[in-house]
């Protein structure tokens, strides 16, 4: 389980993580955002409806889920963690730092989950500027709610600091290596 504030580097890792060898396989999140152009369905995310994404919800068919804007349901399948299960490789979550938690709730010791953190709240802001992606608006609500995730650090079993990119890659893949030797 790989969770962070937005901004923190938690797909770059994930996507070192995938490229390493170690039996992974990347768990498609479902979600009832807009698909965008550079998107594919059961690929990028499985896009669903609010509709069909609730009746999924009552049917007992996620893992875990949550309303992380309004409108906007995000979730994990519990086909998506058999399929992948039943490949014989270990499922790899890139969530929010919520939807984290939860995987960890429902999996425990079977789980490691990771909290990428960024060096401070000034860098996080940084980053997500020199994306080009925000507007004054859009860029205050992401680090405040950045500054809110980072209190839950300690909840996951390890932070690991994204403060050089390299180091952080190497970081995350010597403990997935620890946990799936142990």
């Not at 790899?92 to 429902?106: A, I, R, T, Y």
């Not at 996080?124 to 609500?141: C, D, F, H, I, V």
Request: with cysteine; charged share 30%; glycine share 8%.
């Amino acid at each position: 389980i790989v969770s962070a504030p937005s901004g923190a580097g938690k797909t770059t890792i994930v996507r070192h993580l995938m490229d390493r060898g170690l039996g992974l396989a990347f768990s498609v999140s479902a979600t009832t955002r807009p698909m965008r152009s550079s998107e594919r369905d059961g690929h990028d995310y499985w896009f669903l409806s609010e509709e069909e994404f609730k009746r999924r919800i009552a049917a007992g068919d996620f893992v875990e889920w949550e309303v992380v804007y309004p409108g906007r349901f995000y979730g994990t399948l519990r086909e998506e963690v058999l399929r992948i299960q039943g490949e014989g490789r270990y499922p790899v979550f890139d969530v929010d730092v919520e939807g984290g938690l939860n995987l960890k709730k429902e999996f425990g010791d079977d789980a490691l989950a990771l909290f990428i953190a960024p060096p401070s709240l000034q860098a996080l802001e940084q980053r997500l500027n020199a994306r080009g992606t925000e507007t004054p608006e859009s860029l205050a609500k992401r680090v405040g709610k950045a500054a809110h995730e980072l209190t839950y650090a300690p909840r996951f079993d390890r932070t690991v600091v994204n403060d050089d990119l390299n180091g952080a890659c190497a970081e995350a893949e010597a403990l997935v290596r620890q946990f799936l030797a142990a």
